[in-house]
């Protein structure tokens, strides 16, 4: 069975700090993608990657930068975190088509 | 730029009442439409691809319909398990979109017993 797997379920950081969430596939897709979900916003796009070391932003990058040096595993930096970073955020990955989601993680920024 | 709405927001349905869950899109060239059911605090878990309209997909209690302009999701006799979020996405035919999908906001369907 096909995986996406996000390090953490639940996160509480403090303004400022550097924050990483890591995401991992197992499945050889070249595109990744991270997504922040938020009541009444839906599901917004921060950043995708295409291929290792490739990335592109998505429709809200500011504040958050990515890492991708092998092709199952994609991070998303805060670099320094706030509180509207607050969110669920989601990890994707996808071979052309529909994507298989991580579980989530619940980030709260205190 | 690509859109996807969904209606209604919110759905409170008896079990066993049949409704249906509207995903309208607009999209420079379809390159596929997907319906996932995301449980509160987990992610999306995928439900049904179609491509193109007049396409039909079940699965279980779920039917998705696909016209030129929207797509259905239909729920036929529904029990409280199927409470969830459900999300509409499209895929457009852009070139160097490398598979991005544009997601509706979802609708919430709680089934009561």
């Known amino acids: 069975d096909v995986k996406v797997t996000q390090s953490s379920r639940y996160l509480v950081k403090r303004t400022g700090e550097k924050v990483f969430l890591e995401c991992v596939q197992d499945?050889?897709?070249?595109?990744m993608f991270w997504y922040r979900q938020d009541p009444g916003l839906g599901l917004r796009l921060i950043y995708f990657?295409?291929?290792?070391?490739?990335?592109e932003k998505g429709d809200i990058p500011e504040g958050y930068s990515v890492s991708r040096e092998k092709k199952e595993r994609f991070s998303l930096i805060l670099e320094s975190a706030s509180t509207n970073q607050t969110s669920m955020y989601l990890c994707?990955?996808?071979?052309?088509?529909?994507?298989?989601f991580g579980s989530g993680t619940r980030l709260t920024v205190v | 730029e690509d859109q996807v709405t969904q209606s209604p927001e919110a759905l409170r349905l008896q079990e066993g009442e049949s409704s249906s869950l509207n995903c309208s899109y607009t999209?420079?060239?379809?390159?596929?439409l997907f319906w996932y059911r995301q449980d509160p605090g987990k992610g999306p878990e995928f439900l049904f691809t179609?491509?193109?309209a007049g396409e039909e997909k079940e699965k279980e209690r779920l039917k998705a319909t696909l016209t030129k302009k929207e797509s259905f999701l239909h729920i036929t006799a529904p029990k409280p398990e199927d409470s969830a979020t459900y999300l509409c996405?499209?895929?457009?035919?852009?070139?160097?979109?490398?598979?991005?999908?544009?997601f509706g906001q979802g609708t919430i369907l709680t089934v009561h017993p």
């Open positions: 994707a990955s996808s071979p052309l088509g529909g994507y298989t």
């Open positions: 499945m050889d897709h070249e595109n």
């Open positions: 990657s295409y291929d290792v070391k490739m990335k």
């Open positions: 999209v420079s060239g379809l390159r596929g």
């Open positions: 179609l491509y193109s």
């Open positions: 996405a499209v895929r457009n035919a852009g070139g160097t979109s490398y598979g991005k999908l544009t």
